[in-house]
């Protein structure tokens, strides 16, 4: 169980990562695969990386779930799972039919799309606030096609809230809750397109505990955020994200 202190089983980096990856995403409801992703990648060197990835992040999910529960918003949550449900077999035939550096680009382009529409700039558009099932169901799609092809579910969801102006807490509960229902879902089929990785039980083993760490630690750190900051917050780690799918 401590095996991520040993440095000849668990890299510190990928530890570290691991960790300051878990703070974030109990901060703001995005963020692990942004920073762990990268760093799994390439330690493990294996598409079993994003596996690892998803079932962590799975981890975080349900220990905020107490926490997140009551406070997420089912008319939104609907149609963003149903949105879910039917992008996550097309990220999982992307995941096999497309070269990764496909992947990223088409990742990117979303990601950063999004990233516009959560710093305000199209306010004055009110369409771009607008807010309707449907757009929820796509929102909900692309953020499934991500969750399968790249482990990366959390920007869609999180810019699409913050551009409705939706309660920071509302955002991170409903954002997390996507995942907790989504990612079992989007394991299963990276199961029966591609198997189960081998490394998967062991990383993930050796992981949990600095997942566990990182994921109390940002929970005692959300309580000192405020709104604005909260929206530059997700804002920014929007933008790291374009930068590492482009950049890795």
């Keep these: 169980m401590l095996s991520f202190l040993d440095p000849g089983i668990v890299p510190p ?14 901060v703001t409801g995005i963020g692990f695969g942004v920073i762990a992703g990268p760093v799994l990648l390439v330690t493990m060197a294996s598409a079993g990386a994003i596996q690892v990835s998803i079932v ?13 529960l009551p406070a997420v918003n089912w008319r939104l949550l609907r149609p963003l799972f149903i949105g879910v449900c039917l992008g996550t077999p097309v990220g999982a035939w992307a995941y096999l039919s497309l070269s990764l550096e496909t992947l990223k680009l088409c990742a990117a382009i979303v990601v950063g799309a999004m990233t ?3 710093t305000g700039i199209l306010a004055k558009f009110p369409i771009a606030q607008s807010d309707t099932a449907s757009r929820r169901g796509a929102v909900g799609m692309v953020c499934g096609v991500l969750n399968a092809a790249l482990a990366m579910p959390g920007p869609p969801v999180a810019a699409y809230v ?4 939706g309660d920071g807490k509302v955002v991170r509960a409903t954002t997390l809750v996507t995942f907790l229902l989504s ?8 199961a029966l397109f591609v198997g189960v990785s081998e490394s998967l ?3 993930v083993s050796a992981l949990a505990v600095p997942t566990i760490l990182g994921t109390l630690s940002g929970v005692f750190l959300s309580r000192s955020i405020n709104e604005q900051a909260f929206k530059w ?3 920014f780690f929007l933008v790291i994200s374009v930068i590492l799918l482009v950049a890795r």
């Design 201 to 203: 039980l062991p990383t």
């Design 162 to 165: 913050t551009a409705i102006k």
């Design 56 to 68: 962590l992040s799975f981890l975080i999910a349900l220990l905020l779930a107490p926490l997140t």
């Design 116 to 118: 516009v529409i959560a």
């Design 183 to 190: 990612y079992p879902i989007a394991l299963a089929f990276q």
């Design 233 to 235: 917050l997700t804002v």
């Design 13 to 26: 980096l990928l530890v570290a990562a691991v960790f300051a990856a878990s703070l974030l995403q109990a």
